[in-house]
């Protein structure tokens, strides 16, 4: 990461770290901004897990209530990412628990054709973002997640380690093999 | 993105300020009352082990001290476990449960004169089960007040959590144990007082899931 990208994200997480502070304080102009902030992100994290354009969006919503719910839980100070992110994974991981079941990629790709106002001519670049999609869903399930968290969410490798409970070597390396993975899936 | 109104609507009723937890350490020093009782708890209500003069102060109380901190920092990693986002390493994990093993085992290579040292013939069964009985009705205590402590806060593991805060809460347990057992004979420390452990480790781990089961309602 280059350092200026390095530095401001440095500065995104701070300002989070305040937010959360206010939001602790019992402010609701502080969860708006950390909706706001966070909620674009937490929301391609959570597809990239489900797999689902619609349950993605309830998980967000399940997300933020877990957050409240548990926001005694944050430590002042430290950064709010990782905290909100283990909050969406575990409410991911509860709701495939409780409900069994995976929806297939295909349908929410459909879902989301008939939902979106997507001009004909951009059928194409879906076409290619549906393949895309299709090659992450043969990753395994571990290093598809470090991939996405890298590549997608640009995650630090170190912050990875850090939420998987992984050493940053391990990190690495499910990010590249889930990257190669991916491209022999795409040949 | 901004927030949808029934969700924000949803969050500002119950929006009140809310103190943070205390680093999960402070929170385990609320244990620490709680294991020195165990500890004279376990020896005081049967009897001191015969040779508590013999190997010394250190030997008994020292090293149980020591055992029973090794325990109370163990439960402090569980309640880090806890914590959304800090999730402890598998390394960490790991090398937590080795010394929950290797603590008890070498305090009792320091102690034990030899490893011969059981009950007497015909005995074996009923003096395993008075240890483990013992031990394991010794950790309840300090299991349900680790599992209170780690509920209070939102573990997204809660297998690890649990397992981890029976593992400190046998430990504790097994401390005040060793002050008052002084068998060596490996099959009565493995089986007795080795399976109070991993029985205090099972509990943890169904505490910590019907801790969460009830929270979720």
């Known amino acids: ?187 | 993105m901004t927030a949808p109104p029934d969700l924000r609507e949803k969050i500002a009723r119950d929006l009140a300020p809310v103190r943070p937890l205390r680093p999960p350490l402070v929170r385990a020093l609320a244990l620490v009352p709680l294991a020195a009782a165990i500890l004279v708890a376990v020896p005081a209500l049967r009897f001191f082990r015969s040779d508590i003069a013999a190997i010394g102060f250190l030997r008994a109380w020292g090293f149980s001290i020591g055992q029973a901190i090794a325990g109370i920092v163990i439960v402090a990693a569980a309640l880090r476990e806890a914590i959304p986002g800090r999730s402890l390493p598998r390394t960490v994990i790991a090398g937590i449960v080795a010394c929950g093993v290797i603590i008890p085992a070498v305090l009792l290579a320091l102690t034990a004169p030899r490893f011969d040292i059981g009950p007497a013939a015909g005995h074996a069964l009923a003096e395993g089960i008075g240890c483990f009985r013992a031990s394991a009705f010794a950790a309840v205590p300090a299991l349900i007040a680790a599992a209170f402590l780690a509920a209070r806060a939102f573990p997204t593991r809660p297998s690890v959590a649990g397992a981890l805060y029976g593992l400190g809460g046998g430990l504790i347990a097994d401390a005040g144990l060793r002050l008052y057992c002084e068998y060596s004979q490996p099959e009565h420390v493995i089986l007795a007082h080795g399976g109070a452990i991993a029985a205090s480790i099972v509990v943890g781990v169904a505490l910590a899931w019907v801790t969460r089961v009830v929270k979720d309602g």
């Open chain 1, 1 to 187: 990461m280059v350092p200026g990208a390095k530095n401001e994200q440095d500065a995104a997480e701070q300002a989070l770290v305040a937010l959360m502070q206010h939001y602790l304080g019992g402010r609701i102009d502080a969860f708006d901004g950390l909706y706001d902030a966070l909620a674009s992100r937490l929301r391609g994290y959570l597809l990239s897990l489900c797999r689902d354009a619609a349950l993605a969006d309830d998980l967000l919503q399940e997300t933020f209530v877990q957050t409240h719910r548990s926001r005694r839980t944050y430590q002042p100070g430290r950064p709010v990412t990782p905290w909100v992110f283990a909050i969406a994974r575990h409410v991911y991981l509860m709701n495939r628990r409780s409900t069994g079941r995976r929806l297939r990629l295909e349908e929410r790709f459909a879902s989301e054709v008939r939902a979106s106002d997507v001009p004909h001519d951009d059928v194409r670049t879906l076409a290619d973002a549906d393949r895309v999609r299709r090659a992450l869903r043969g990753v395994p399930a571990d290093q598809r997640e470090a991939l996405v968290m890298h590549h997608v969410q640009g995650w630090s490798f170190a912050d990875i380690a850090a939420r998987l409970g992984i050493r940053v070597n391990a990190a690495k390396t499910r990010a590249f093999r889930g990257m190669r993975r991916m491209r022999e899936q795409l040949k």
